[in-house]
C-alpha cells in the first residue's frame, strides 16, 4: 500500500472527508477531487481486478446480443462528435467498451479505452459505490475534471451529470497552442 500525501491531480493538500474501512478519502483544498489514502501499489491493483473484476475468456454479456444498445451509444456519441472537429476518443474507465463501439459507429477513427480489468468489468454501471476502495479510489467533479485535463494539455469542452448528479461524463479537446 502506498500513502498518498498530495492530491494525485493537482499536488494541492487534502482535508480528511471519510473512512471507508481502512482507507481515508480525502478532499483537495484546491482542485476538488476526492481521493483515497492509501492505495494499493500496482502488483495489489493487478490482483484485484484479475480476480474480482474479470469476465473469464469467451464469456459474453447478454446486453451485447441487443443491437438496441448498440444503437443507443451510438446517438449518444454522435452528440458527442458535434461537440469536436477531431476524430480521436479515449473513454477512461471503458467496461466491456460499448460506448467504444457506438463511438466508432458515429465516425470516431481512433478510439482508445482504458480499462484496469484483464478482461471486461462485469459490474460497469451496477451498483458502482462511487469511492470503494480499493477498486475506485478517486471521485472527480467538473472542477477537478478541467485541473486534470489542463494539467494534461486539455481543453473541457463539456461536462455532463448522471445517476443523481454523482457521476460525471466529460468531453475534452487537445488544447490550442
Given amino acids: 500500500m502506498l500513502v498518498v500525501k ?8 487534502g482535508d480528511w472527508y471519510a473512512d471507508r474501512g481502512e482507507y481515508k478519502i480525502f478532499r483537495c483544498t484546491h482542485c476538488t477531487l476526492s481521493y483515497t489514502s492509501p492505495v494499493p501499489d500496482v502488483e495489489e491493483l493487478e490482483a484485484l481486478y484479475r480476480n474480482e473484476w474479470s469476465v473469464p475468456p469467451g464469456q459474453a454479456y447478454r446486453h451485447r446480443r441487443k443491437p438496441t444498445r448498440a444503437w443507443r451509444l451510438g446517438l449518444r456519441a454522435k452528440k458527442l462528435r458535434r461537440l469536436t472537429s477531431g476524430s480521436s476518443l479515449l473513454e477512461i474507465g471503458c467496461g466491456p467498451g460499448d460506448f467504444l463501439r457506438g463511438a466508432r459507429m458515429a465516425g470516431f477513427t481512433r478510439i482508445i ?7 471486461e468489468a462485469e459490474y460497469a454501471g451496477k451498483d458502482w459505490r462511487y469511492l470503494w476502495p480499493p477498486w475506485h479510489l478517486n471521485l472527480f467533479n467538473e472542477k477537478s475534471f478541467a485541473a486534470l485535463f489542463n494539467k ?3 481543453e473541457p469542452v463539456s461536462f455532463r451529470k448522471h445517476i443523481r448528479k454523482t457521476y460525471i461524463t466529460a468531453v475534452a479537446r487537445l488544447a490550442s497552442a
Avoid at 6 to 13: F, H, L, M, N, R
Avoid at 113 to 119: K, N, T, W
Fill in 113 to 119: 479505452g482504458v480499462e484496469p480489468g484483464d478482461g
Fill in 152 to 154: 494534461c494539455g486539455l
Fill in 6 to 13: 498530495q492530491c494525485p491531480v493537482c499536488q494541492g493538500s
